[in-house]
Nanobody
Framework: QVQLVESGGGSVQAGGSLRLSCAASGKPDSSYCMGWFRQAPGKKREGVARIKLSYTAYTDSVKGRFTISQDNAKNTLYLQMNSLKPEDTAMYYC????????????????WGQGTQVTVSS
């Protein structure tokens, strides 16, 4: 089974950058879609970005600021977060699923424990 562990969260000022990492075990292969989700207090979980092979997709609010990538040799997923805004403050989760690369969190089978990102103004 797939296990995911996020790291790289923290507190930064608006305009700053963070790079989140997600270390995967259980050898997810190229049939997997990998994604980053976030959830702020009082709000529903939101799909931030996802990747499968050469396909990537982003929610509109992070386009041009965030970049999702993966290093298959290291079994690691990344989210480079630039030009951070206070509204990016949330718990960020790494997730994985086989098959179609959906933006719906309900379609993902495996989840990490989350890493907190806090952006101050």
């Amino acid at each position: 089974q797939v296990q995911l562990v996020e790291s790289g969260g923290g507190s930064v000022q608006a305009g700053g950058s963070l790079r989140l990492s997600c270390a995967a075990s259980g050898k997810p292969d190229s049939s997997y879609c990998m994604g980053w989700f976030r959830q702020a207090p009082g709000k529903k979980r939101e799909g931030v970005a996802r990747i499968k092979l050469s396909y990537t997709a982003y929610t509109d609010s992070v386009k041009g600021r965030f970049t999702i990538s993966q290093d298959n040799a290291k079994n690691t997923l990344y989210l480079q977060m630039n030009s951070l805004k206070p509204e990016d403050t949330a718990m960020y989760y790494c997730a994985a699923r086989r098959g179609s690369c959906s933006s719906d969190s309900a379609d993902f089978d495996y989840w990490g424990q989350g890493t907190q990102v806090t952006v101050s103004s």
